[in-house]
């Protein structure tokens, strides 16, 4: 039985699942891309977040001497634009990457996606210009000559930062009173004040000090204390929701804002 090898694997990376792999997005072949991977005889698979594809051992001489293959990439995730921090295709710049630029197998320029791999229509491949539906980005993977087989080559994504409020409702609460604090127990928010929810309720505002990334699953958490005594009222303060965003023109940068409520 034929051993089978890697040709080359891609995948999607993201800073919002911990920087594992990005589990909704998935890679399909354009048209010539297939018929390139039939005609070679090589196989392809799907899994979760990326694609690979193989070729068996016995016909290694058979492989061409360079090959090109071409993906759009696509998420079924509504909130993936929400909670990744890059502007997507648009105005005649796509977001395109080419495995002949990647850096030990990272296909973005820098350690993740940025406005620097946007390209002009006129630098895409034009066959991936003609698409179905929209998608999130492009890729070329090209094989052969000075590109070794084996490579395996990834997308990486950066989480959008936003600042966090939390508006905490409930009988009697006195926003000053408390404060948010981080795993050390210093405080880590500012409070703001009380305000009225658009539902009429009164409720105390806490701000980030800093944009904070959003995370599928955060390894800082953050506690609500009484300040006098530094008890924990809530242990585990609510993440933010990726679809849930706002913009503050106040703010600097673009100004994301993520509201999160907290009824004691």
């Given amino acids: 039985m034929a051993r089978v090898r890697s040709l080359f694997s891609l995948v999607a990376t993201h800073e919002h699942h911990a920087g594992g792999v990005c589990p909704d997005v998935y890679f399909v072949p354009t048209r010539a891309c297939r018929s390139a991977l039939t005609r070679s005889g090589l196989l392809l698979r799907t899994g979760e977040g990326g694609v690979s594809v193989f070729y068996e051992a ?31 295709n648009g105005e005649e710049r796509y977001l395109y990457f080419d495995s002949r630029h990647a850096g030990e197998g990272r296909l973005s320029q820098g350690d993740h996606a940025a406005e620097a791999d946007m390209a002009e229509a006129s630098d895409v491949p034009q066959e991936l210009l003609y698409w179905q539906a929209p998608p999130l980005f492009m890729v070329r993977i090209v094989t052969g000559g000075e590109w070794p087989a084996g490579v395996s080559y990834a997308v990486p994504f950066r989480a959008r930062r936003t600042t966090w409020r939390y508006y905490v409702s409930g009988k009697g609460v006195n926003g000053a009173d408390f404060y948010v604090a981080a795993a050390s127990g210093e405080e880590a928010f500012d409070y703001q004040g009380e305000v009225i929810l658009p539902n009429q309720r009164p409720a105390s505002l806490y701000c980030s000090r800093s944009a904070l990334p959003l995370l599928r699953e955060s390894g800082e958490r953050y506690s609500l204390r009484e300040r006098f005594n530094g008890h924990v009222v809530v242990r585990n303060l609510p993440l933010p929701a990726a679809g849930d965003l706002s913009r503050d023109a106040a703010l600097p940068g673009e100004g994301w804002v993520s509201p999160i409520f907290v009824n004691l």
């Fill in 58 to 88: 016995v016909s290694e001489d058979a492989l061409p001497d360079r090959g090109e293959f071409d993906f759009w990439a696509y998420s079924r995730d509504g909130d993936f634009l929400r909670y990744t921090d890059i502007r997507f």
